[in-house]
């Protein structure tokens, strides 16, 4: 688009759109939740794996995400699965979003094994944490053209370097950890930390916290 304005030209580059396309939610949690949430109106199909669907339904009885009870997930998800199943969620996606916690389960989870199963041009976006996805895997496919796109708020080391190999192609897009950087998301943790504040004081069990990596 910046060549086409600098160029003169209109009406290029085509695009693309997300109707009919098929997106894996790689975790869903709170976040994977309120993707799926602005995803529906796009008319996509939504595939989606957690470890405990059943702890989902306890957890959603402490969130605004609809509960399972109520067939809120029916809604937001076409097929759901398990660790198990992310190899062939992958392979059926035109688009795969990590939104896993990272531990020593899941560091370099998207791996070479990963990204070869996805379809040729299928674009990976990483919004939780680099080190979920293994960086010679993702250079590796993005130099043979296999996969279409990267799209990452998180990087291996931060700050990034401005001149790693990976952001050489053009097809790869990357933000400075800004994804929760917002007003709201800043007077929400500020709430947080004075209701917990308050709690110690009364002595008084902690709620409404989620711990996060």
């Known amino acids: ?59 959603s009885s402490k969130s605004e995400a609809p509960s399972v009870e109520n067939g809120g997930y029916t809604d937001l998800v076409d097929e759901r699965g398990n660790h198990a199943d992310i190899l062939k969620f992958a392979s059926k996606a035109d688009i795969v979003v990590c939104c896993l916690a990272m531990n020593s389960e899941t560091i370099g989870i998207v791996n070479n094994n ?22 010679d895997a993702v250079l590796t496919h993005l130099k043979s053209g296999h996969l279409g796109g990267l ?16 952001l050489k192609f053009p097809d790869v897009i990357i933000t400075p950890h800004v994804a929760g950087v917002t007003e709201l998301s800043y007077r929400d943790m500020a709430k947080v930390v004075g209701d917990v504040a308050l709690q110690l004081h009364a002595g008084k069990p902690f709620t409404g916290i989620e711990i996060v990596n």
């Not at 990963?114 to 960086?135: C, E, H, P, Q, T």
């Not at 799209?151 to 990976?166: H, N, Q, Y």
């Open 114 to 135: 990963f990204i070869s199963v996805m379809r040729k041009g299928a674009i990976l976006i990483n919004i939780s944490r680099g080190g979920l996805l293994d960086y």
């Open 151 to 166: 799209g990452i708020d998180v990087a291996w080391t931060e700050p990034f370097d401005p001149d790693d190999a990976i």
């Open 1 to 59: 688009m910046k060549i086409s304005v600098e160029q003169k030209k209109l009406g290029e580059p085509t695009g693309d759109n997300l109707q009919g396309k098929t997106v894996f939610i790689l975790g869903f949690g709170n976040i994977g939740i309120h993707l799926a949430k602005r995803l529906r109106p796009f008319d996509v199909k939504i595939l989606a794996t957690k470890r405990s669907w059943g702890r989902l339904a306890q957890d």
